[in-house]
């Protein structure tokens, strides 16, 4: 598998984390974290809007039961989605949808409805 390449053909940027470690004696030591910048990026609502053409209130709720990738703050008020993440749950349920293994909703019988029922 080749590298992955950034504008101009040069490798992909890298950039460097840092996070807490405690020592054994409880001192806090500064360490530092590589993490490729194509395998960690983040998408905001809107973009993720652009990709997943589902509401924000089933998004929500498919979070909340877990059928989808969680949401993390960056900040306070920026909410961003893994997008690695989503696009792997894109392509489960492109699977899913191909092997048939979605459940369908039911259609409607419109013999039943109050409004215009369909008599034959």
């Not at 409880?26 to 993490?35: F, L, P, R």
């Not at 490729?36 to 039961?65: K, Y």
């Not at 969680?70 to 392509?91: A, G, I, M, N, P």
Request: glycine letters at 4%.
């Amino acid at each position: 598998m080749q590298p992955h390449r950034g504008r101009r053909g040069l490798p992909a940027p890298v950039s460097i984390a840092f996070y807490h470690r405690l020592g054994r004696r409880g001192e806090v030591y500064m360490v530092m974290k590589s993490i490729s910048a194509a395998s960690r990026r983040t998408i905001r609502r809107q973009q993720l809007r652009e990709i997943v053409p589902l509401a924000d209130s089933t998004i929500f709720e498919m979070e909340q039961r877990g059928e989808f990738p969680q949401r993390f703050y960056l900040t306070s008020r920026c909410v961003v989605w893994d997008q690695s993440e989503v696009e792997q749950w894109l392509d489960a349920r492109r699977a899913a949808s191909r092997a048939k293994a979605v459940k369908l909703a039911p259609t409607p019988d419109v013999r039943l409805r109050r409004a215009n029922p369909v008599t034959q």
